[in-house]
């Protein structure tokens, strides 16, 4: 499991060098100004730190930031792209000497025509300097003014340079959606299981509500709108031992994509993303190469060894949305009326939940863990009446309830392996859950006994401000789990710079 010294890491470089394709990683911190040019290249400033299994620190450790000076100084006059009426031609005034003999000097004017992509990196080369530079500020509070919200306080680990980052997105961020490939299976999605999520987020992304535009050309991200939970449904013949119908079905989709459409090709995947909440996703995205090392993949199953890789990845929450919305389910009394310490239930999926069970079940009144909860209690109410919820990991490492538990304001206990939890690029999960480590199950109530009635106070308190942030709305609310999605998929866009 991680632990959390984010201050602590030392920052690393991490060459990969692709067919084609130059992929850089540097520090979130861009502190190492080390950049590949070349054309048909991909310029990728990833993060990077040493400790595996953790989310990356985008908004937390920002330190000096000599990479974007490198950027200009290789990138000459990039910058005018707020000018709309420009259209994308540059004018630099130039002296020229034309006929040699003459030395009368001619002024004239050179015309640069910017690609529309030179554009669109230009914006992302203003966001970033605008990110790091609110970074430097290490107040806990935003100091950005905001009719709806200010992020303030330690559940952020860097307030000021997240509130800036979600402006910066609020104004540049652009996301195109491929319109190729039929329903059920494209354009599509579960919105009332387990796998709500996946559903909610496509529906959302096909009706155009979320920063979606028609034109390819000024997109930041491409959207490849299939689910592979219906996918599933209608390609998996049940019992079968492997699901090639599915993964076969995904690349014929990216061959039209990047037959039909110069964008695939140009980045080799890297400004793609796809979503998905299903067990399978990661293994689904591994039949296209491309798609599984490059494209941002948005994923429950944010297992790192299963190649959840958190620089370029994006942790989908699982939510069960059973009657598809959360009417009823925000909410929970004060921490006085909450008498039992732990609680969990649910069956017996994989390993972690058999160690649970076999320690907890029926053992102790304080730590409640019941396989199927007996006649007549609710488990609403149980959420409502504990303290703390344990969210160990099933058969895959998310699990629905981290957020049911952050819905009914109890403090979730994650018990996982592997996993990289939620919006942990912007969120500082310790300040306002418990990591439990799978060998440490045997003293859950020590730990949790450990920890003082006022941390839990303050615990329970993040845990309400928190709430926000993963909030299905009807239809998206800034800062809602739509917006901080499409955030974590923007965050991983400006750390990646595309070339013709
Ligand atoms: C640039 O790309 C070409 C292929 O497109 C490759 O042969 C060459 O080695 C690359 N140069 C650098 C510096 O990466
Ligand atoms: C130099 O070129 C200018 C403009 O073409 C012309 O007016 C001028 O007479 C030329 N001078 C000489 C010395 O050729
Ligand atoms: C914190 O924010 C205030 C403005 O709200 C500013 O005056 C102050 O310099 C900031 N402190 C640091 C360390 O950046
Ligand atoms: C992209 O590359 C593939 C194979 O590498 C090729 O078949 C396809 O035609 C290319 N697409 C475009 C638009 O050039
Ligand atoms: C991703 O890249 C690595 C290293 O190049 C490679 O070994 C692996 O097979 C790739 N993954 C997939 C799913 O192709
Ligand atoms: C995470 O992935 C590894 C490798 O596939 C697997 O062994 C492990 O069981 C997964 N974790 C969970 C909770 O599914």
Not at 304 to 330: A, Y
Request: proline share 6%; glycine share 4%.
């Amino acid at each position: 499991m991680w632990s959390f010294h984010w201050g602590r890491f030392t920052k690393i470089l991490v060459l990969l060098p692709l067919i084609l394709v130059s992929v850089v990683a540097c520090t979130l911190s861009f502190s190492s100004p080390l950049t590949w040019r070349n054309k048909s290249s991909v310029l990728s400033l990833l993060i990077s730190d040493d400790h595996r299994n953790q989310p990356l620190n985008l908004l937390g450790e920002v330190e000096e930031l000599s990479l974007h000076k490198h950027l200009e100084a290789q990138n000459p006059v990039y910058s005018p792209s707020d000018d709309q009426n420009r259209k994308g031609e540059i004018l630099q005034d130039s002296t020229l000497s034309l006929n040699g003999g003459n030395d009368s000097i001619i002024k004239t004017k050179i015309i640069r025509r910017y690609s529309k992509l030179e554009m669109v990196e230009a914006r992302l080369v203003k966001a970033r300097e605008a990110i790091k530079q609110a970074a430097r500020n290490r107040n806990l509070t935003s100091i950005h003014e905001d009719p709806d919200y200010v992020p303030q306080g330690p559940i952020y680990r860097n307030a000021n340079a997240f509130h800036r980052s979600y402006m910066e997105m609020e104004k540049v961020f652009k996301i195109y959606v491929y319109k190729d490939g039929e329903r059920p299976m494209f354009h599509n999605g579960p919105c009332k299981s387990i796998y709500s999520t996946e559903g909610r987020l496509i529906h959302e992304i096909e009706k155009g509500s979320l920063f979606v535009t028609e034109d390819p050309e000024e997109a930041l991200v491409y959207f490849l709108p299939f689910s592979v939970v219906m996918m599933v449904q209608y390609l998996y013949v049940p019992g079968a031992k492997e699901y090639h119908a599915v993964g076969n079905t995904l690349v014929d989709y990216i061959n039209i994509i990047s037959q039909n459409y110069p964008f695939w090709n140009r980045s080799l995947g890297a400004d793609h993303f796809m979503l998905s909440c299903h067990d399978w996703g990661p293994h689904t995205t591994s039949y296209v190469p491309n798609l599984f090392n490059n494209s941002i993949r948005v994923l429950c199953n944010a297992n790192t060894s299963e190649g959840f890789n958190p620089k370029k990845d994006v942790s989908l929450p699982e939510i069960h949305l059973r009657s598809g919305e959360i009417t009823g389910l925000l909410g929970g009394p004060s921490p006085s009326k909450r008498p039992i310490l732990a609680f969990f239930a649910g069956r017996l999926h994989g390993h972690i939940r058999y160690l649970l069970l076999e320690q907890w079940k029926d053992k102790d009144h304080d730590v409640q863990v019941y396989d199927s909860l007996p006649k007549g209690v609710s488990y609403e109410t149980m959420l409502r009446t504990s303290r703390f919820c344990l969210c160990p990991s099933g058969y895959e490492v998310a699990s629905p309830r981290v957020v049911e538990a952050i819905y009914s304001e109890c403090i979730p206990v994650l018990i996982s392996d592997g996993y990289i939890p939620p919006l942990s690029d912007v969120l500082d999960w310790k300040k306002f859950s418990v990591q439990v480590e799978v060998k440490d199950i045997a003293n859950i109530k020590k730990i949790l006994m450990s920890i003082s009635q006022s941390q839990y106070l303050r615990m329970h308190r993040r845990v309400k401000q928190v709430q926000r942030h993963f909030v299905v709305n009807p239809s998206p609310k800034r800062f809602d789990f739509f917006h901080m999605m499409v955030h974590s998929i923007w965050l991983r866009r400006l750390n990646v710079q595309i070339q013709d």
